[in-house]
């Protein structure tokens, strides 16, 4: 009889791996942002877990400002700092595969978990404490990573100094991560996120052919391996400077020209290499995405039909509200007798027809809601499709980059 191995629960190389310590690596990225580096290092250097490495990666940027800036922290690292200046820019993704060479050449005190600290954001005290043990406890050795709320601060920059401006929510946090959710689009932020450093060895590095989307890159690839735990806890400070240009803008908001067009290289290239492993499966996509296109059809017409009765229902509301009216002023006007009961039985009617009319309402707007509801189903089937054979394309797609670090 054939073997065979149920899909469910996933199995993967790195959980095989010895039981984990709490060693971070804390990977940072910076260029000429020294104003918003200094918050960086003292959101590290804050934190209530104090087994880490911060390995900061200067990527072109001028090396001398970068040194001031470490200067006054040196001591409160307490050798837990290695600085690596790049002549020239290489890039995010290249930068962040320096440091991770770096922590993989530690010696005698290996890392056990990673996380990118960007420079201009920041963590709450207890954000390692809390992430590393979540991933300590034996109950959670399933999960590959760790994720935690968020919370989008935003932010001006003055010569000296930063201003904030207000804070709000991460409003994409689901209590349990759906991978066809991160397949659809980037959820979260590298700040908030946490990787077992056994499952870094198996996936290999950063892709740095990527200048931009590259840590969505990184998070289906982990995605891949293995599902990834949440915390419902807000640790982690996502900065946005909307107005801010050259190196104090953020990528998103500076670049949104360069991630759109990444965005549509990078799914481009993924869709095109599940087609070219299995041409056949174009057939299945294309049949389901024209079912898809006839539902939302449907839908569409099913909404402007009803936008289209919503002035005759409310005239027809009008009318029958101001007959009830009419109806009980004759009715406090004429005398009892044969003709006033008739016209109270013309009262009763147009009082009925008045409440019919009202009734109206609440039934389209469920019916509204009902094809909102309807829509977002075939959102979610649309997506699905893009989940055919995702796992084992990367599983062959990222086998060859093991062993590289």
Not at 115 to 121: G, R
Not at 253 to 263: D, I, P, T, V
Not at 336 to 362: C, H, K, N, W, Y
Request: charged share 25%; glycine share 8%.
């Amino acid at each position: 009889m054939p073997s065979f191995r149920p899909p469910f629960p996933s199995q993967s190389d790195w959980m095989s791996a010895a039981t984990a310590g709490g060693r971070v690596a804390v990977i940072t990225r910076t260029r000429d942002r020294n104003l918003l580096l200094g918050r960086a290092l003292s959101s590290v250097l804050g934190q209530s877990h104090a087994d880490w490495h911060l390995y900061l990666v200067n990527d072109g940027g001028d090396a001398e400002s970068v040194e001031a800036t470490l200067a006054p922290h040196r001591e409160a690292f307490a050798g837990r700092l290695t600085a690596i200046h790049n002549p020239v820019s290489l890039g995010m993704e290249a930068a962040s595969n320096r440091a991770l060479a770096a922590a993989e050449a530690g010696g005698d005190a290996p890392c056990d978990f990673i996380v990118v600290h960007d420079d201009d954001d920041a963590w709450h005290p207890d954000f390692l404490k809390e992430t590393v043990g979540f991933l300590q406890r034996e109950e959670n050795r399933r999960y590959a990573a760790v994720l935690t709320r968020m919370i989008r601060v935003y932010e001006r920059l003055e010569p000296d100094r930063v201003i904030e401006l207000s804070r709000e929510p991460w409003h994409d946090w689901q209590p349990n991560l759906d991978g066809i959710q991160l397949l659809s689009r980037n959820v979260f932020s590298p700040i908030a996120f946490v990787i077992r450093m056994a499952v870094v060895r198996q996936i290999g590095l950063y892709n740095d052919a990527l200048p931009v989307v590259g840590d969505w890159d990184y998070n289906l690839r982990v995605f891949a391996v293995g599902d990834i735990g949440t915390l419902d806890q807000p640790l982690a400070y996502y900065h946005l400077r909307p107005e801010a240009t050259g190196s104090y803008g953020n990528s998103v908001e500076a670049g949104r020209q360069l991630h759109a067009r990444y965005n549509v290289l990078y799914r481009n290239a993924l869709l095109r290499t599940h087609l070219n492993a299995d041409p056949g499966a174009g057939g299945a996509v294309m049949a389901l995405l024209h079912v898809i296109a006839d539902y939302r059809e449907m839908v569409s017409r099913r909404l402007d039909a009803i936008e289209a009765a919503a002035p005759t229902l409310a005239r027809l509301r009008e009318i029958a509200e101001g007959q009830a009216a009419l109806a009980g002023r004759l009715g406090a006007l004429l005398p009892e007798g044969s003709v006033m009961a008739a016209l109270r039985e013309v009262a009763d009617t147009q009082s009925a027809l008045a409440a019919q009319v009202e009734a109206l309402g609440p039934a389209i707007a469920r019916q509204a809601e009902g094809q909102a509801q309807l829509a977002r189903r075939l959102d979610a089937i649309e997506a699905r499709l893009a989940n055919i054979g995702f796992r084992a394309w990367w599983r062959k797609r990222w086998r060859r980059l093991r062993g590289r670090l």
